[in-house]
């Protein structure tokens, strides 16, 4: 059973930082790239970062390059998201998924990937 957790959201106002982590268990984290993902209201789901299997590559969305910062922990099967200079447009349901290629190519979930957590809310205020 593959599950996956979200936490770290709130309420913070614009311009301000939050810091996102993610957790899973049954599956192999470690050999996986993994991705942050949003879902605003009214809106499809978009990629906001990958992170290769060793933190080595790693990719973002354009507007969020160097305010976003994606990091791993291996060790304890988790991903983190901190996210700085927060805008209101930025306000959404943030969930963790494996991506679908192994060097962050793209980014998008993995095709067979089920196991969408809960998400956790993040609201800008302006």
């Known amino acids: 059973q593959v599950q996956v957790m979200e936490s770290g959201g709130g309420l913070v106002q614009a311009g301000g930082s939050l810091n996102l982590s993610c957790t899973a268990s049954g599956l192999t984290f470690e050999d996986k790239s993994w991705g942050w993902f949003r879902q605003a209201p009214g809106k499809e789901r978009e990629g906001i970062s990958c992170?290769?299997?060793?933190?080595?590559?790693?990719v973002y969305q354009s507007d969020v390059k160097g305010r976003f910062t994606a990091s791993r922990d291996n060790s304890k099967n988790t991903l983190f998201l901190r996210m700085e200079n927060l805008k209101s447009d930025e306000t959404g349901m943030y969930y963790c998924?494996?991506?679908?290629?192994?060097?962050?190519?793209?980014?998008?979930?993995?095709?067979?990937?089920?196991?969408w957590g809960q998400g956790t809310q993040v609201t800008v205020s302006s």
């Open positions: 998924a494996v991506v679908s290629t192994p060097y962050c190519t793209v980014v998008s979930p993995a095709r067979d990937f089920r196991a």
């Open positions: 992170i290769d299997s060793t933190g080595g590559i790693k």
